[in-house]
């Protein structure tokens, strides 16, 4: 038998409870669409949102560590084109020698010998200039939180580094001594070039293995925080239609409430 009340409208309080469902849903869509993610606070994932956090920073880290390696790229490469340099210099140093050390011509041995002296100094300022001292040959680059340091040691590369301490020759025998030390620097700073050529290689390995975990982790973090923007325009669609109908039925439900009085005419 139905019933009739003025009292509790039952069938309006139905509507209104279903009617804030569907708003919260439909702002929760909007939500997601209007933001991108799917987690927007912490009560839509929490578990979630703490395992998106820490790969945000992870990236955070990764991409941190691709610039410190850049930068000791930049580094290396000023020290490799120093070093190229200086064994220019040592080219000169040894047709300057050479030259010297030969009886039968009739160079000024003084005027070879000054020029010798002066471009051994310059090989002290060019490797002071890029940081080839033996003081300070220490290269350490940090790259990533998981035993990321890359890190390496470079001779220094003065005259004395070098072997070269006949820096002047007053005599043929003098000038062929300057050669041999000349000759044997070329090695020396070709072991010092190996070294600087081995950890830019590190280092280009190290961003390559970097960049691509940036791509992962980010996908992983997307999959976790970002919206899937498709089923959300879907949620949407249903709860613009389910809140219509819903103001709808509780437009009717309060009018059958309001037709009660008539009863008592």
């Given amino acids: ?29 909007l939500g997601r669409l209007s933001s991108g993610f799917r987690i927007n606070q912490s009560g839509d994932d929490a578990a979630g949102l703490a395992v998106a956090n ?48 030969s009886d039968a011509g009739e160079a000024d ?21 890029a940081g080839l001292t033996a003081a300070s040959t220490a290269f350490s680059v940090f790259v990533s939180a998981s035993n990321g340091t890359i890190a390496g040691t470079m001779a220094g590369v003065e005259t004395a580094d070098l072997g070269i301490t006949q820096l002047t020759f007053t005599s043929v025998a003098q000038a062929q001594t300057a050669l041999t030390q000349v000759k044997a620097a070329v090695s020396t700073l070709a072991g010092v ?20 975990q940036v791509v992962n982790t980010q996908a992983a973090e997307s999959r976790i925080r970002d919206a899937n923007i498709a089923e959300e325009s879907a949620n949407m669609t249903k709860y613009s239609i389910l809140s219509q109908a819903g103001i709808a039925a509780l437009s009717q439900a309060n009018q059958a409430s309001s037709s009660v009085p008539g009863l008592l005419r």
């Fill in 54 to 101: 820490t790969y945000r920073n992870d990236i955070a880290i990764l991409n941190q560590g691709i610039r410190n390696a850049n930068d000791g790229m930049s580094v290396l490469q000023i020290k490799d084109s120093a070093l190229a340099n200086i064994a220019t210099v040592l080219d000169r140093l040894a047709t300057l020698a050479t030259q010297a050390a």
């Fill in 109 to 129: 041995i003084a005027k070879l010998s000054a020029e010798f002296n002066t471009l051994t100094t310059e090989i002290d300022r060019e490797a002071a200039v």
């Fill in 193 to 212: 070039q190996n070294s600087v050529g081995t950890l830019q290689n590190r280092l280009s390995f190290a961003v390559s293995l970097s960049s691509s």
């Fill in 1 to 29: 038998m139905a019933s009739f009340s003025v009292v509790n409208n039952i069938a309006s309080q139905n509507a209104q409870s279903n009617l804030a469902l569907t708003n919260t849903g439909l702002n929760r869509a």
